[in-house]
């Protein structure tokens, strides 16, 4: 049974991943538990976000938000449009100071770090809205993505343009002659090639079509089952997030509603009305 939140009610630039091989298992504890104001209790989560708060001058946008990512595993933030999900992202990734609480990738504590040191820190955020260099090629904008790194290997390039084949047949054309889902794939290649051990993800689904949103969560469990990838995945479409995550954390006006197995909210019919709008 998911446990509610602290508050009583039942309860943003680049992109990274995880590497090493970590528990694939999904849809099960694993060996943690749930716990409340949204955090987890594992002894292998990459990322800890720990009571943190932020606002826009006078507005409070997250209140008190504590929720791990841990690794080898997806986590999906849900909620509907202005519970904080977007934000949480952008403080998670220095984009936006909080005005309370911790952000710990890695057992150190980065809440204060510049979004620059982020990237090289392993954590890694892929914004919404597709953010393309429209003016440069396929290639020369995954290219952007390994500055952090400095000189990266033809094979990483080529690791990328294989499981994205649909930009590897477009990799001379500029990025504004794109689709949707195109230019979806090629931000998230990118980030791939920064190598990061977290990736931040932010809407990917906004505007596409259910086929090529099911291509897009397919490689993302791929990878995290096969490299150990971690995933913090944000989600207005919680019936797909649900589908792919292995937990889920909702969100109601920036406070964790409940954390839980994502099967076990998917299979939550008054959750699922009263937050998730399926």
């Known amino acids: 049974m998911a446990e509610t939140g602290a508050h009583g009610s039942t309860a943003a630039g680049a992109a990274g991943v995880g590497l090493s091989k970590g528990d694939t298992g999904r849809g099960a504890a694993t060996g943690s538990s749930v716990i409340a104001g949204g955090g987890t209790a594992t002894a292998d989560a990459v990322l800890s976000v720990e009571g943190l708060s932020a606002a826009y001058g006078p507005v409070k946008a997250l209140d008190g938000v504590t929720l791990r990512a841990e690794q080898g595993r997806i986590t999906a933030v849900l909620g509907a449009n202005g519970a904080g999900k977007t934000t949480l992202l952008r403080t998670i990734s220095g984009l936006v100071r909080p005005t309370a609480g911790r952000v710990v990738l890695d057992g150190e504590d980065v809440t204060r770090a510049p979004v620059e040191a982020m990237v090289t820190k392993g954590m890694a955020h892929v914004p919404e809205g597709r953010g393309v260099i429209a003016e440069l090629t396929v290639d020369e904008n995954l290219r952007v993505g390994s500055l952090f790194r400095g000189k990266v290997a033809q094979d990483e390039f080529d690791r990328v343009y294989d499981l994205f084949p649909r930009i590897a047949e477009r990799r001379g054309q500029t990025a504004h002659t794109l689709s949707g889902g195109e230019r979806q794939m090629l931000v998230i290649g990118r980030a791939l090639l920064a190598r990061p051990r977290l990736l931040l993800l932010d809407e ?72 998730l709008g399926f």
Do not use: C, M, W
């Open 204 to 275: 990917p689904s906004l505007g596409l079509a259910p086929r090529i949103v099911a291509q897009i969560f397919a490689l993302l469990r791929k990878l995290v089952d096969s490299e150990g990838l971690s995933v913090l995945l944000v989600e207005q479409n919680a019936r797909s997030a649900l589908s792919v995550a292995d937990t889920g954390v909702v969100l109601n006006l920036g406070r964790v509603v409940v954390t839980d197995d994502a099967a076990r909210l998917a299979g939550d019919e008054d959750l699922r009305h009263a937050y």
